[in-house]
């Protein structure tokens, strides 16, 4: 069974940093996309970052940019773990944050229909 686990949200102040996990298990996404999205409450599933199977590119949502920062594991073989670091935190990137992998791509999209797996999302609230 595929699973994927976020953790290290949290509350923070404006300003500051977290950096979010996801181990994906039950399947490799070795050779696939990987990304994060956000939904803020009364807001719709927002695209903040991918990275491509072997961590070579990124894409950021242009928000964040300069901010936050992608990256991946794919030393074990039975999980992949994605990271999510946020420097320089602002009240309005908060929100629930999800991982989520897409088995079809080596290269991920925008696109939240184009990723299959999806976490649980972790909370992360940033207060001014």
């Known amino acids: 069974q595929v699973q994927l686990v976020e953790s290290g949200g949290g509350l923070v102040q404006a300003g500051g940093s977290l950096r979010l996990s996801c181990a994906a298990s039950?399947?490799?996404?070795?050779?696939?996309?990987m990304g994060w999205f956000r939904q803020a409450p009364g807001k719709e599933r927002e695209f903040v970052a991918t990275?491509?199977?072997?961590?070579?590119?990124?894409?950021?949502?242009d928000s964040v940019k300069g901010r936050f920062t992608i990256s991946r594991d794919n030393a074990k073989v039975t999980v992949n773990t994605v990271y999510l670091q946020m420097n320089s935190l602002k009240p309005e990137d908060t929100a629930v944050y999800y991982c989520?992998?897409?088995?079809?791509?080596?290269?991920?999209?925008?696109?939240?229909?184009?990723?299959?797996?999806w976490g649980q999302g972790t909370q992360v609230t940033v207060s001014s």
């Open positions: 989520a992998a897409d088995p079809s791509k080596a290269y991920g999209t925008f696109w939240a229909a184009d990723y299959d797996y």
């Open positions: 039950g399947r490799t996404f070795s050779n696939n996309a």
């Open positions: 990275i491509n199977w072997d961590g070579s590119s990124t894409t950021y949502v």
